[in-house]
């Protein structure tokens, strides 16, 4: 692929730099705020083998599926599956693959602006001690007054989507790589000294044994479909990412390592969340299975009841946002790459555009928690519900889909082969009916249930 594009040339300046951008795309609201949740609500253990199972089976070889493409196209993943497709004689509008992701991107971003301001918010009400030794009815109101107040959202996610902007617009080597040599090191940090913590609690074996004491009778059908959304959620697949992010992976890395890598780190990330929460709220007796409030109500409950909680409190929610950040940023790549590729312009001014869109719909997000919270838009979902269902289970799972047949089923086995090198025969089969089999019928499955919920 040699035609010329604005971002034909840039690379990431190692392969360790693309293996933490991609673990700080992975890694964001959906390991510390959602895999913990979700576990909870859906037996511990037996939720999270299923999980582990669905990241190796499907996750995985997806990952490796975009970040091939991305590096073969070398240009927005709009462009990139256009050129693939003509060069392999197939139909253009496999470009569709592109303008979803672009369109989910859009999405998820408006809606994860909203609550990683939540956690810059908690950053300073944790600090500033208010919940020591609080009853559960002062968090609650906190919480329940922040979701009541479209300013306070407002003015929480207006500076969240200004960070996030300042550093897209800066480009790669300016603006993404020097926050995630940053973030991403003081996040592993802060999570290991959280986990120090929740190790000394006395809650912590209580905590492991929830986590991975495995009970059959926990298992069901909608466990598997639970499990396989988070890991596309978790893994950040489906919508061009990896594939945009691939685009600037240097010729020699390795693919097939560097995802298991990045996997690895994800899954490592979201297994300790659970095993810093978790324990934390057996030991003050709270409710694991609490729902989306396990963050911003169960958490700052306990840290208010623990020693030095103010402080390990104000960390954790550090933490996130760190987390969301890196995920904000990659969320806008897949556009950013081709609006500056199509209108030949500077990333500063489609990054400011870009922003101000996701930033506006994300205006409905803020109103769906007050003055819009019984406006029902279409399927009985009000405005950030519709938004959510539409992009993760909609547009990632249909995504990844059409990602992995694309792959196996419409390019010649040479592009492919040259991408991740696999040399033998054997594990050339394995390949093929992992990508092209299991993981499109599996993501079938979780589809259709999106729409007919059978189970
Ligand atoms: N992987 C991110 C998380 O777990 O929070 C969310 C995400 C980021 C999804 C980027 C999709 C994406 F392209």
Redesign the pocket.
Known sequence: MSESSPNNDIRWSSRWLFVLAAAG???????IW?FPYVAGENGGGAFVLIYLVCVGLVGAPIMMAEIALGREGRSSPITTMAKLAASAGRNSQWSIIGWMGVI??VM?LSF?GVIAGWALKYIGVLASGEFENAGASVVESTFNGLLASPVEMIFWQTIFMVGTIWIVARGVSQGLEKAIRWFMPLLFVMLIVLLGYSLRSGGFEQGWQFMFDFKWEDVGPGTWIMALGQAF?????G?G?MMAYGSYVPSEARIGSTVATIVALDTVVAISAGLVIFPLVFVNNLDVAQGPGLMFVTMPLAFGQLPFGSIFGSVFFLLVSF??IT?AI??TEPAISYLVEKYNSSRWRVAVGLGFLCWLLGLGTVFSFNIWADLKLAFGLNFFDLVDQISSNIL?PLGGLLIAIFITWKLPRETVAGQIEIESEPIWSLWKVVTGVVAPVSVLVVFLNTFVPFF
């Open positions: 795309s992975a890694v964001g609201l959906g390991n959602k989910a991107g998820i994860y959620f978790t893994l950040s697949l919508m990412t987390a969301a995920s990659s969320l990632l």
